[in-house]
């Protein structure tokens, strides 16, 4: 292929991918973006950046969580964007754009390396560029790590021909996500093959050794960081039943590349029986066509099976939950194995036009798909603009996802529309009886509609059937103290700082709780943890101030004080606080 053929190509699917994207920089801020970005405290201080490589992803939120993963690039970048421009959503939503026309050039030099050419690259790269099923990563800020793997593995693959270069990039793409590890495999597989003779014999032995020293490290840190990806639930509870399901999802997950209807963040898939499922085996048999077919093929001469199958297959590896790592199935999963369907749908194309007579027929034929394969992700793009759309179209894409029913019950209950986020949580649990969010929230709503003996009895209950659940415990201790119930708020108080020892909402209600019942000492011991833990929250603070100033130590309190007021130089309480004490230890 030409460099200006390239270009051209490249140049029309970023001006379609501009067209059809551009909205996606007038959108708010949604699910994860809250607790990644809103709400988390961490990007606002540039330790976090050196911070990124010893904690687990999720460890640096408000609330720490333990997920299993180590992505310590897409953490810096929150860290860079938020010192730079604030938590400003248009900011982060263009650089994953940015980053989706960094890919889609990429990939132009990636579809063309597999031996596509003009009408059929061109047809290729848009159904890429403009992937209804795209609208999650392009649209969801949370999808920065997907985005960003994409990029520098991709790039990988373009430098390979300067080996040191290649190698920075493919590091970047192993910080940026566990999928990376699949553009390792490529790279190997490209300087043995696709580049065998553009590269040295020396150099691609010396390159493999450190792409092999590469991985060592990396492996190596990760562990050591996060003990391992953090296991979850197999699907169905049982090993049959999840194996099954991974087989079912090969031919689940590629037709929905071809036709991507039911976009949306919780999408529903088939779980197995076990074996004795016949969609099991009916999955299992269309995989053996799939690969006899790619086999002859190969008898035939012909590579291009071989290469869009195998390019999916790949790409879908890390997500394929073999080993058990995530309990839900996201359109962001299948960004890179689109590219595979790429593959397959240029060469449909290149096959079809050696057999069509007009070719101007065929291309406005092309040109009036490109609209609509562009309009259908529009559309699939716009529930994504906020919180309230998103999950108003996931239970219309999936009514039967007790998880989506929960989220938009969480989204009435913020906006005080209690009756609608009643039913969405009922409705929850009538999907998944043990969805035991779904039960946190309804007591969570009876105590903001006022009802709180009612739900101090729930919140009981709740405790008695998820004992291990902190957060049952410290809403049962903030109701208990609201109701002047100490003995039973301070033991539900100690119960949730137990169970989650790093979480200072827990540490603060408790040191709050414990105020409250006038036991100041032991307030500002339970404080001063809620500080350490959480030393960007203005209200830790104060409360902390106020228990020294209630046990008369007032060299303490004023400490506290002045710390607030040099950190948030306009707290007229700690002004006013500081005052009072300077005239009573003057008295």
Known sequence: MSVN???????????LSLATWWMTL????????????VTNGSVHHWSTLWKGFTLDYWGHHAIPEISGYWRPLPTAVYVLLVKGFGVVPWVFHALNLLLHLGVVVLGVRLLSSLNLRGTA??????????????????????????????????????????PIWSLLALGLALLSKES?????????????????????KTTRMWGSVLVGVLVSVYMGAHLLVTDGIAARSLWGGRLDTHLGTVLMLIPYVMWRSLIPLGTGPIQPFPVSEG????????????????????????????????????????????SANLIPSEGLLADRYLYLPILGTAVLVGVCVQAFLTRVKNPKWALSFFVFGA??????????????????????SAVETAPESSVAWNHLGSVYLNNEEWNPAREAFQKALSWNPDLSDAEFNLIVLGSREG??????????????????????????????ATTRT??????????????????????????????????????????????????????????????????????????????????????????????????????
């Open 451 to 480: 009802k709180v003996q009612k739900a101090l009895n729930r919140c009981r209950a709740y405790v008695d059937r998820h004992p291990g659940d902190p957060k049952g415990w410290d809403l049962l201790g903030t109701l208990a």
């Open 275 to 318: 074996w004795g499922d016949i969609r099991v085996w009916l999955a299992l048999l269309s995989l053996c066509v799939v690969l006899l077919w790619v086999w002859r093929s190969l008898k035939e001469n012909r590579t291009w099976p071989l290469k869009g199958v195998g390019l999916f297959l790949l790409f879908w590896a890390p």
């Open 121 to 162: 690259l061109l047809v290729a790269t848009i159904f890429f560029a403009l992937h209804p099923l795209h609208s999650e990563t392009v649209s969801f800020v949370s999808a920065l790590p997907d985005l960003l793997a994409a990029f520098w593995g991709l790039l990988a693959l373009r430098l390979i021909r300067r």
């Open 5 to 15: 053929e390239s270009q051209r190509i490249s140049w029309i699917a970023i001006l």
């Open 26 to 37: 007038t959108f708010d801020f949604v699910w994860d973006d809250f607790p990644t970005l």
């Open 371 to 392: 609209l609509l394969w562009g309009a259908w992700a529009v559309w699939a793009a716009f529930p994504w603009r906020n919180e309230r759309s998103l999950w108003v």
């Open 486 to 587: 100490w003995t039973l708020a301070l033991e539900a108080g100690e119960m949730a700082t137990t169970l989650s020892p790093e979480n200072w909402k827990y540490a603060f209600n408790f040191g709050l709780s414990l105020l409250e019942a006038e036991r100041f000492e032991s307030a500002a011991v339970q404080l001063r943890r809620a500080r350490n833990l959480n030393p960007s929250e203005p209200r830790v603070w104060l409360k902390l101030g106020a228990a020294y100033f209630l046990a008369g130590a007032w060299d303490s309190a004023a400490k506290v004080y002045e710390e607030v007021l040099a950190r948030w130089p306009h707290q007229s309480l700690a002004k006013d606080r500081l005052d009072r004490i300077w005239k009573i230890q003057a008295l």
């Open 180 to 200: 990376g590890l699949v553009f390792v495999v490529l790279w190997l597989i490209w300087v043995h093959r696709v580049d065998r003779a553009a590269v040295s």
